[in-house]
Structure formats: structure tokens, C-alpha cells
């Protein structure tokens, strides 16, 4: 999760990493997922975050594992009833070559890929908004 402000300068980072949930049963998997996303969500309004940025994202091709059988309704579902009760704004964007392009803010900015990627993200979700250009 990148926070940004009105000058479209990172103000905040918080990453939550999880990948011990392969080896775990598949309702504890998802509760741990559901775990990280909800303290992110929680998180972000400490802030002033009242915009949230997130993914457009379909259903993959193939899913593999017990990573891939989470389902991306499950996740829309839930970061769309968390962001409502943290009285927030909800944005999808479509997340198109946002990790090629993230490798040059990555290196000018010396942040990782998914650092730089959610960076993109919350830009292309923030960019037409006129509502934005306001605060």
C-alpha cells in the first residue's frame, strides 16, 4: 500500500507479506489474507486516506495452487465492504504494464517493484479525478 497526497508525493509505505500461507490449510490461508487486508484498510485513515486505489482485476486464466484459489470476487467483495465501513471512496483501475513501467521509479526512487507498482496505481486512479485537484 502506497499513500500518497494532493502533490502526488509518497508519504507512506506498508507492505504485508505473507508467503507462509502456501503451507497452510485453505480457511487459515484465508484468514490470514483477509487479516493483512483488513489492517491495511484500517490502516490508510490514520492518514486521511479517504480514496482508495485498487486494482481492476479478473479472474486468471489459470490458477495454480492454494494462492491462485483465492477468489478475486472474495477479495472485491471484501476490500469493498471494508473501504465503505472506513467511510472511504473505492477507485478501480485497470493495473495494465504497471509492473514493466515500475522498474524506472523503482530505481529512481529506490523502492521495490510492488512498492513502485501500487505508486503507479494510485496515480492512474487520481490522475482525471478532478475531485483530487481540489484537496
Known amino acids: 500500500m ?5 502533490l502526488e508525493r509518497i508519504r507512506d509505505v506498508k507492505n504485508i507479506h505473507f508467503p507462509e500461507v502456501i503451507n497452510y490449510s485453505r480457511g487459515r490461508a484465508r484468514a490470514v489474507r483477509q487479516g493483512a487486508l483488513s489492517k491495511l484498510v484500517e ?11 485498487v486494482e481492476k482485476l479478473s479472474r486468471p486464466d489459470k490458477l495454480r495452487g492454494k494462492v491462485g484459489r483465492w477468489s478475486v470476487r472474495e477479495y472485491q ?12 471512496v473505492l477507485i478501480k483501475v485497470d ?8 522498474t524506472g521509479i523503482m530505481l529512481a ?4 517493484v510492488h512498492t513502485a507498482s501500487a505508486y503507479l496505481i ?5 490522475k482525471d479525478a478532478k475531485w483530487y485537484r481540489k484537496l
Open 2 to 6: 502506497v499513500i500518497i497526497d494532493s
Open 43 to 53: 490502516y490508510a485513515p490514520s492518514h486521511g486516506v479517504k480514496y482508495f486505489v
Open 77 to 88: 467483495r471484501q476490500i469493498e465492504m471494508l473501504v465503505r465501513r472506513a467511510g472511504g
Open 95 to 102: 493495473p495494465a504494464f504497471t509492473s514493466i513501467d515500475a
Open 109 to 112: 526512487r529506490r523502492i521495490d
Open 122 to 126: 494510485a496515480l492512474r486512479g487520481t
